[in-house]
């Protein structure tokens, strides 16, 4: 058995209040490369603030305190996020993330993408059309766009559009992709496209996803994290999760 | 029983928007009716030949050319000075101020939205007696103070629409900017002033109208009825409201009373192409985020 590699987050000792309200406690959690970790548990028990606190996005609403730490190995540099390791634009450009609901700006195809490759990289013009291309690729969305770039996101139906924003995260190159239960506002055959596409992505990136649906679960994690009331519960490995029945099963008991 | 209470409401909502469409029809009837037939170039230059007048080389004595180029001048520059220092409080309070700030700020703009203009003309007229008596002994109202003044009158209008428009951006919306690495600044300025930019358009609108309309700041700080055309920002200056006004207080004859009407359509046709002025410009703007 070979060593596992170097975890490209690390996180630990982490807690977050809000308004002194603790919604997470103590959390440890370690994410490598070319693995999806799923984070499952009931509404209201941190999930999205877990999420959150790798891109340091709840720092955008009142009222937070963070302790702990998450650290990211980045290019062979090493450092806590929370610590100055990086700017907070280069963090949440290496740190990408999906919401749940497409969050499609409304304007052209073209400028979703080009919009932020052209304010926090200087890209334009020649590079930045490359950028966009390959990104769109990568989502498996330029066939279907490639002619209408200039028509408003908002035409794209609703999977299509959820694989913008994942082309727009993909454009900046990052290296951690957090997606906020990305298939929950989609349709069936919209939301298996997505997951297909995760699949694929999660060769080349270190995922987090959180997911309110067991099955889509144990289609796509490499490891499951159950969270409850602030504090990992449970955490299950892959083998523990291709039998469905064990499954639900060691689910139920950690909810 | 719930249906008849839907239908009652129903009935209701509808009468409402037919009364105010009615109000206005009767208004712009009423208005064209002793109007229209009064608006010809008399009607604005007077005796003078129309393109000496519009050109400046003779003054315009009968007509109310002065007045529209007077009331063309304290809009455009009242919202030259409110809108942009409007849209920049509103952003101040959604999005850097403090609850405490934001809170005692709000106040503020809503007493200063409550402040009847004559007031708000009192205190330009209190404005340039201080200044007479202290460092410039010179100062005398007109165009400039009036502007300013009138600034100060519809600056909540913008602040308020700027402040709604901007609160009104979903959440999912309002994180994507900062969540792509954009700064605070780069997304409002990037994402959130381009989705609130609709809102903004109406409380500029609203602004510009109220801007036009009022009669009681200037009454204070600087119009006189044979003014001219203003030659610089200190100079006196005539406007469409107090001609209006003043024709209608004052009128010798039917006929003086009759251009009084045709002076209120020319104030609204002015305030309708400023509108348009308005939404052109915004549509540009749009237009130019969405695809660049």
């Not at chain 1, 209040?17 to 509404?43: C, D, M």
């Not at chain 1, 200039?150 to 139906?157: K, V």
């Not at chain 2, 608006?39 to 007509?63: H, K, N, Q, S």
Request: hydrophobic share 50%; net charge positive; charged share 20%.
């Amino acid at each position: 058995m070979i060593a596992p590699p170097e975890p490209t987050v690390a996180v630990s000792g982490l807690t977050i209040h809000f308004a002194g309200k603790a919604v997470l406690e103590e959390v440890n959690l370690t994410l490598r490369r070319g693995q999806l970790t799923v984070i499952v548990g009931p509404s209201g028990s941190g999930k999205t603030t877990l999420l959150r606190s790798i891109n340091r996005l709840n720092e955008c609403f009142p009222y937070c305190r963070t302790e702990g730490s998450v650290r990211l190995q980045l290019d062979g540099r090493n450092g806590n996020i929370y610590e100055d390791f990086l700017s907070l634009a280069e963090l949440r450009r290496r740190v990408g993330m999906v919401f749940q609901t497409p969050a499609v700006l409304p304007f052209s195809i073209r400028k979703n993408l080009t919009m932020p490759l052209g304010v926090t990289l200087g890209l334009t013009g020649a590079a930045a059309a490359e950028r966009l291309e390959r990104a769109l690729r990568e989502v498996s969305l330029w066939d279907e766009v490639k002619d209408r770039l200039n028509d408003p996101a908002s035409t794209l139906s609703g999977g299509q559009q959820q694989r913008l924003c994942l082309a727009r995260v993909l454009a900046l190159e990052p290296q951690v992709l957090l997606l906020d239960e990305p298939t929950a506002s989609l349709d069936f055959r919209a939301a298996g496209r997505i997951e297909e596409l995760l699949l694929k992505l999660k060769e080349k990136y270190t995922i987090l996803a959180v997911s309110h649906s067991l099955s889509e679960t144990r289609r796509l994690a490499d490891r499951v994290c159950v969270l409850r009331e602030g504090r990992i519960v449970k955490e299950l490995e892959r083998q523990h999760l291709s039998d469905p029945a064990v499954f639900q099963q060691l689910i139920e008991a950690a909810f | 029983m719930s249906s008849i209470g839907d239908r009652f409401l129903a009935s209701l909502a509808w009468l409402s928007g037919a009364s105010v469409l009615l109000a206005i029809t009767l208004l712009l009837a009423f208005l064209a009716h002793r109007g229209v037939a009064s608006i010809d170039l008399a009607l604005f230059f007077g005796d003078t030949p129309w393109v000496e007048a519009v050109l400046g080389r003779r003054p315009v004595f009968g007509g109310i050319w002065s007045a529209v180029v007077g009331t063309f001048s304290l809009v455009v520059l009242s919202s030259v000075v409110s809108i942009p220092v409007g849209i920049a409080s509103g952003i101040y309070l959604v999005e850097y101020a403090s609850n405490r700030w934001r809170m005692v700020l709000g106040f503020m703009v809503d007493l200063l939205a409550g402040t009847p203009s004559i007031v708000m003309g009192l205190f330009g007229f209190t404005i340039i007696l201080a200044l007479r008596k202290t460092f410039l002994p010179g100062a005398r109202t007109g165009l400039l103070l009036a502007a300013v003044c009138i600034a100060l009158l519809i600056l909540p209008y913008v602040i308020r629409t700027t402040e709604s428009a901007l609160e009104g951006i979903p959440d999912h919306l309002r994180l994507v900017g900062p969540s792509l690495g954009l700064t605070r600044w780069q997304n409002i300025r990037k994402v959130l002033l381009p989705l609130a930019s609709r809102g903004v358009l109406s409380g500029a609108i609203l602004a510009i109208g109220r801007a036009a309309e009022d009669t009681a700041v200037i009454l204070l700080t600087g119009v006189v009825f044979h003014a001219g055309i203003p030659g610089s920002l200190v100079d006196k200056f005539e406007a469409l409201p107090f001609r209006i006004y003043y024709l209608a207080a004052e009128h010798r004859n039917p006929q003086e009373l009759n251009q009084g009407f045709a002076t209120a359509l020319v104030l609204l046709l002015l305030t309708g192409l400023l509108f348009l002025m308005a939404v052109l410009l915004q549509r540009s703007v749009e237009s130019r985020w969405q695809t660049r």
